[in-house]
């Protein structure tokens, strides 16, 4: 029994014994405990209520977490397993006259293209794409492969079994694709001394003067470790056990010593090529990351790659395409306003926040114009449809893919007609995309998967549309992205860069080499050329003559 209960016992027990006067005391005394017996009663109600509000609140958090981290584990098993293309079937652009019942989602009434035209669209028709069959398809050889010619006759050669003479009418020629190992040999160079008797001169022929002075290593075959290794992906340890089958110890860390000489003869050239990309006026720039050994621990260390691309060939732009590497021992945003030290004018890159520095008023040459990728933005809707089997992330995707339907059109165009297509037909969808993810904004939670990759797309809003207004500029930075497949290639082969040095030596024979690919020259011939007009004094103030557009060799290379 209670406190509350025995005060109201004993208060009715003294009731009934005392006088008339003293009933009011005890009736208040009797209305007081029974108060507080309710209002103990009435806490215990919203306690229990406020309790059970927590409860459901914790559990729709639970359930909101579960259903992140679902999606984040079908983006992992799909990135390991699944299809990693997003490219999709051409679909017809909409014509002039086709019925327009679209809304905002940008799917028609039959699920498919806005710009299908209902039920009379029509597949796109053209010529399919050749597909290879077993031994079917046609080997291009080219003419600068040399040939061994040989004439096989007949046996009895032009004597006919009768005895007479045969007169040739033409003749059958078979060509063969064949291959020559590589071989090393040794360049033995000998200078005769003449002496008169009669003065007692000595004649003898100057040494001829070389890139490398000073080793028993010749200027090709340094080139060839450097393409071995850049452009084959071949780590030095397994140049190292090729040389070994031919008999030849040729250590590894030797090869890094050539390749530090190399690098030292080719930085003023570097230089160069970097001053001539900042000298356009609308790049590429991305980054990815490359393990440097730290000496003394056997770790490693995270530092990155930045790339710094232009390639205008989509525009018919009049610059060459090249590429420059920088190693830096992190990604902070400071290293790209150095590396784009004296640019101006239109940068594409992701969505890194690094780059927004670049965008003050207060940076070295003013502000930079940045043009924001929207494959990364396909990408993040295609990802949440793909966990979560979204229908309005697969309406956002299926609206971006309808605009990149446009850009493959104008490929190869000039930037003029490019801008006049996209205000035209492009801006319309944008728009239209944008009135999507504000309507769908408000009718989910943005902290979903869908609601986080629209936050990243209307973060990056202005700089996604600088495609409308600039015909030069892409709708993505995969141009660059390219680029930087050799290195990540190369890195999972050698795994890791040996020193700060080491990371130099991959970013400036990567740029000179990479660049050598974007312009389809053979990049052997190419360093062997330069080698050989660093040989014969070359000026360095004319090193811009040296850069691979205007190598006169190995010009066959194909992209």
């Known amino acids: 029994m209670n406190k509350d209960m025995q005060e109201i016992q004993s208060a009715c027990a003294k009731l009934a014994g005392h006088p008339e006067s003293d009933v009011s005391k005890l009736a208040l005394l009797i209305a007081n405990a029974d108060l507080r017996r309710d209002l103990e009663h009435d806490n215990e109600i919203v306690a229990k209520d406020a309790k059970l509000s927590t409860a459901k609140v914790k559990l729709k958090v639970m359930k909101a977490d579960n259903r992140l981290l679902r999606a984040q584990l079908n983006k992992s098993q799909d990135m390991q397993f699944g299809q990693s293309s997003e490219k999709i079937p051409k679909k017809r652009k909409k014509k002039k006259g086709d019925d ?27 010529k399919p794409k050749p ?11 080219p003419a600068n492969i040399p040939r061994d010619k040989a004439t096989i006759s007949p046996p009895n050669g032009s004597i006919c079994q009768c005895g007479c003479g045969m007169v040739q009418i033409g003749e059958q020629t078979i060509e063969r694709l064949t291959y020559v190992p590589a071989q090393l040999r040794v ?65 590894r860390s030797t090869m890094g010593r050539l390749m530090d000489q190399a690098v030292d003869a080719l930085l003023p ?33 995270t530092c990155f790659v930045w790339a710094l ?7 018919k732009g009049n610059a060459h395409p090249g590429v420059a590497f920088h190693f830096k021992q992190s990604r902070k945003g400071e290293h790209a306003e150095e590396i784009l030290d004296g640019f101006k004018g239109t940068l594409q890159v992701d969505g890194y926040a690094g780059y927004n520095r670049l ?17 990364h933005v396909r990408r993040k809707f295609l990802d949440v449809h793909k966990a979560t089997k979204s229908d309005k992330a697969h309406q956002v995707f299926m609206l971006i893919n309808d605009i990149y339907a446009i850009e493959h059109d104008l490929k190869g165009q000039p930037a003029d007609v490019r801008r006049a297509v996209r205000q035209v037909e492009s801006a319309p969808l944008v728009t239209q995309l944008q009135l999507l993810m504000l309507r769908l904004s408000g009718e989910i939670s943005m902290k979903s998967t869908l609601g986080l990759a629209i936050s990243y797309t209307m973060k990056l809003w202005d700089g ?14 995969n141009a660059v992205e390219n ?34 690919r974007l312009n389809g020259v053979e990049p052997y011939a190419y360093l062997t050329w330069v080698f050989e007009q660093m040989a014969e004094g070359h000026p360095r103030s004319r090193y811009e003559q040296l850069l691979p557009w205007y190598c006169p060799n190995g010009k066959f290379g194909i992209e």
């Open 309 to 315: 691309c232009r390639d205008d060939r989509r525009w």
């Open 464 to 477: 996604l549309t600088v495609f409308l207004s600039d015909g030069r500029v892409e709708m993505d930075n």
């Open 269 to 301: 050239l570097y230089d160069v090529l970097n001053d001539d990309l900042k000298s356009s006026s609308k790049l590429l720039m991305d980054e990815t990351t490359l393990a440097q050994l730290m000496p003394g621990t056997g770790k490693t260390k």
């Open 187 to 251: 360049i033995e160079e000998r200078y005769p001394k003449y002496v008169c008797r009669d003065c007692d001169k000595i004649v003898q022929a100057p040494v001829p003067k070389r890139a490398f002075e000073q080793t028993r290593f010749d200027d090709h075959l340094i080139a060839g470790l450097a393409v071995s290794k850049f452009a084959d992906y071949m780590p030095n340890y397994r140049q190292e056990q090729i040389f070994k089958r031919s008999g030849v110890q040729l250590h």
């Open 483 to 516: 680029t930087i497949r050799p290195i990540a290639l190369l890195r999972k082969n050698a795994l890791f860069a040996g020193s700060e040095i080491g990371g130099r030596n991959w970013a400036v024979m990567a740029s000179l080499i990479g660049t050598c």
């Open 100 to 126: 327009d019942d679209t809304g905002i989602g940008g799917t028609s009434p039959d699920g498919g293209n806005p710009n299908a035209g209902g039920d009379e669209a029509k597949p796109e028709t053209g």
């Open 359 to 375: 965008t003050s008023d207060s940076s070295d040459g003013g502000p930079i114009n940045l043009a924001y990728c929207w494959a």
């Open 131 to 141: 597909r290879g069959m077993l031994g079917r398809q046609a080997i291009t050889i």
